[in-house]
C-alpha cells in the first residue's frame, strides 16, 4: 500500500495510541508484555490492521491474539477518544512475525561453517586450510 505523509502520520498516532491503550488501559493478563509493531490504516479508514508482538511460542501467540480480540471493541473505543478521526476503523490484529524470522536468519547465518577466508584471517595458515578442505 502507497503511503502518502498523512497516512504515515495515522498509522503512526494508531500505532502509538493502541500500544498506550494496552499498556495501561487493558487489564488482561494475556496481554501482558504485548508490544505493538506497527499500524496499517485502509485508506478508507473502515480497517486499520495492528501488527504486535509478544515473545513465546505458538500457543502464546494464540493466547495473545485471543485476548487482543476479545478486548477489541473497548481498544476501538478507546481509540477513536485518543485519535481524532471521521471514521473508527474496524481493528484486526496480527501478529509480526519478523523478529521471528530474523531471529530464524540469525541462528542460519551462526551454524553457516566458516569459510576459507574467515578461516586465513583467524590465523589458519593454507596447508592447515587445504588439508582441512581435503586436498
Keep these: 500500500m ?9 498509522n503512526e498516532n494508531v500505532r502509538e ?7 495501561e488501559e487493558i487489564s488482561d493478563p494475556r496481554l501482558e508484555l ?28 494464540t493466547e495473545v ?3 487482543l480480540n476479545s478486548a477489541k471493541g473497548r481498544i476501538r ?6 485519535v481524532p478521526m471521521r471514521v473508527v476503523p474496524e481493528l484486526r490484529f496480527e501478529i509480526d ?4 524470522e ?11 561453517p566458516p569459510t576459507l577466508a574467515a578461516r586465513r584471517e583467524a590465523g589458519i595458515d593454507d596447508d ?3 588439508d582441512e578442505a581435503g586436498q
Design 2 to 10: 502507497r503511503q502518502t505523509p498523512r497516512t504515515r502520520k495515522l
Design 17 to 23: 495510541a493502541v500500544a498506550f491503550i494496552l499498556a
Design 34 to 61: 504485548v508490544t505493538v509493531t506497527g499500524a496499517e490504516v485502509a485508506q478508507d479508514l473502515s480497517i486499520a490492521y495492528i501488527f504486535v508482538i509478544a515473545h513465546g511460542d505458538e500457543e502464546r501467540y
Design 65 to 67: 491474539l485471543e485476548g
Design 77 to 82: 473505543t478507546l481509540l477513536g477518544k485518543s
Design 97 to 100: 512475525r519478523s523478529v521471528d
Design 102 to 112: 530474523g531471529m530464524h536468519m540469525n541462528q542460519m547465518l551462526l551454524d553457516v
Design 128 to 130: 592447515e586450510v587445504a
